[in-house]
């Protein structure tokens, strides 16, 4: 009897497998031309074409797009990877205290600015000075902007948009504010800071208060308040410089002498 039937079976198979690992590889070779492609695809979609300044000011978009412009004709990858550094030029414009990238398919970034909010007019010579919680300087002028608070005395060491004035000579009227807004509800319209320190300000009613030193001033706005609801008339000041001796002096009547 023949026994070759199992001979040639075993001959049969490595062609068998050949065939099948051809089949494979030409498949995988398919499968990496269709990722190619894909990848090709999507890089042509996720590429920058439009820059939409979605929030801010007209004023301050001719800088922010030139910071933005070398965004153009880079993919959404880049502009992840660059997010902080372009976050951080656009902080540099001083009004800009942030700024948020959002990718938008198929092919626009939406920048949102976040502004610095002023919160003190500085007077510095001639200028006035914007100045906003931190110290940063956002912006001058000839006219202190409305509805700050004016501080006079200061005498800031710098004066330039976007510089920062030292911590130290803000405190004292940034702790004056909190408590003027604390006690009488809302905050001065002015403060001056007299050579020695002293402090003297002008109510948001316009009543002028002799503070001295910038010391327990919630105490001595609490004692000015009290003394002015028991006035009828507004005083010409009110000196609470020293909290347990109070003085003021009255307006004078319709038969003083001018």
Not at 48 to 60: I, N
Not at 124 to 145: F, H, K, N, T
């Amino acid at each position: 009897m023949r026994r070759d039937g199992p001979a040639s079976g075993a001959r049969g198979r490595p062609r068998g497998r050949r065939r099948g690992r051809w089949l494979a590889l030409l498949l995988l070779t398919a499968a990496s031309g269709w990722a190619a492609k894909r990848w090709a695809d999507t890089e042509q979609v996720f590429v920058v074409e439009v820059v939409e300044l979605a929030v801010c000011p007209d004023h301050l978009r001719a800088p922010a797009a030139a910071v933005l412009e070398p965004l153009v004709g880079q993919t959404f990858f880049e502009v992840a990877r660059r997010a902080d550094d372009l976050r951080h030029r656009l902080a540099r414009l001083p009004e800009v205290a942030d700024a948020e990238l959002v990718c938008r398919p198929p092919n626009s970034v939406e920048v949102r600015l976040v502004p610095r909010v002023p919160t003190l007019a500085v007077r510095a010579g001639r200028e006035w000075l914007s100045v906003d919680a931190g110290g940063v300087i956002v912006r001058s002028g000839p006219r202190a902007e409305a509805k700050l608070p004016q501080v006079y005395g200061l005498r800031p060491a710098v004066t330039a948009p976007g510089a920062r004035i030292a911590p130290h000579q803000l405190a004292e009227a940034t702790v004056a504010v909190r408590a003027c807004e604390q006690v009488l509800g809302a905050g001065p319209r002015a403060l001056a800071f007299e050579p020695g320190g002293a402090l003297r300000l002008r109510t948001a009613a316009g009543e002028l208060v002799l503070l001295g030193q910038a010391k327990e001033l919630e105490h001595k706005l609490y004692t000015y308040q009290v003394i002015r609801n028991r006035l009828g008339a507004a005083p010409v000041y009110v000196d609470v410089a020293t909290p347990t001796a109070p003085a003021w002096l009255p307006q004078a009547g319709p038969g003083a002498a001018p």
